[in-house]
């Protein structure tokens, strides 16, 4: 995996708008080349709202083989209606990566099949291109899910894409189809078992890679499961990893809890069994830095002094764990603890 080490001035050269409530921005740097990238990758936009600084990190869009680095956003949450209400072309940008996992280079196979929903399309687009252009008789399945026609990100480019290699078979699952467009979509609904055994009959040969909302790939994984596909053959993006339930459990006067001990200012804040230091902080009042939010980037780094349980250790060296650097986001605590960052 690439670790968060690089970051970078780009700047805006263009914009476009995909659908209603998202859009795409392409970047390159001032001076010399862009960083190697590997389709399917990740990068953090830093930005400034109110005078505080912001960060989240976006799945590139932009192929290896472009010119520019592309992220295509979906106008949701602070940062991303942010930066749709205020990055124009021209406009300068701090952003760190790449980063991830979560690609055909590193889990490579013969035979994919993608499948997405939403704004999950955009490792897919990256990664469909590139694989493309590497072998253009790759036999790949295509299966992204939306609200409408009118949702799909990149529709139209994927439709060409398809028609022009004879290996690509994609399809669109739709929730909502007006009678005039029905002949056109035809799969409408939610994704089902039976949608996945007849769009992809070969589905226990082929490794799936999977990408879109939480409660989505939840629902397509316990699917793949139940038809008998190896967890082997299964990769999901990172984003997203849902925290335990109770982090977001209200707390009860007298209920089960811990105490975060901050070591420079020496506050207190109480946090819960299963809530994440990163949730407990941010709840506090305070501010951390952290963009990836699914323990992927390490941009949350900090160190701990007591018992706790990292749900991810990515971008952490064995000298990291041995010293209690923990990523906030994707980290529980035991008992009481002491955080420095």
Known sequence: M???????????????????????????????????????????????????????????????????????????GLVSHHLHQTLQVG??????????????????????????????????????????????DADIRFIHSARSPEEVIFAAELAALAATHSGVRHALVLEKVGEEASAAYPWVGRLTPEMLKELAPDLLSRHVYLCGPAPYMEAASTMLAALGLPAGQL??????????????????????????????????????????LLAALEGAGETMMAACRAGVCGACRCTTEGEIERQSVMTLSPQDLESGVALACSCTVRGDVCVDY
């Open 2 to 76: 690439t670790s968060l080490t690089l970051t970078l001035t780009l700047r805006c050269i263009g914009r476009r708008v995909d659908t209603h409530d998202v859009a795409s921005w392409q970047f390159v740097p001032q001076t010399g080349s862009l960083p190697a990238v590997l389709a399917g990758q990740c990068v953090t936009l830093h930005t400034e709202i109110d005078g505080k600084p912001h960060c989240r990190a976006y799945t590139l869009s932009s192929s290896p083989r472009d010119p520019f680095w592309q992220v295509t956003i979906k106008d949701v």
């Open 91 to 136: 406009d300068e940008i701090r952003v760190d990566g790449p980063f991830g996992d979560f690609n055909l280079t590193a889990l490579p196979c013969e035979r994919p099949l993608l499948l997405s929903a939403g704004s999950g399309i955009t490792p897919m687009w990256a990664m469909l291109r590139d694989e493309l252009a590497k072998r253009p």
């Open 235 to 276: 990769h999901q993006e990172s984003f997203g990893l849902p925290e335990a339930t109770s982090s977001t459990a209200p707390f009860e006067a007298g209920g089960d809890h811990f105490w975060l001990t901050l070591k420079k200012s020496g506050k207190k804040v109480k946090i819960l069994p299963g809530q994440t």
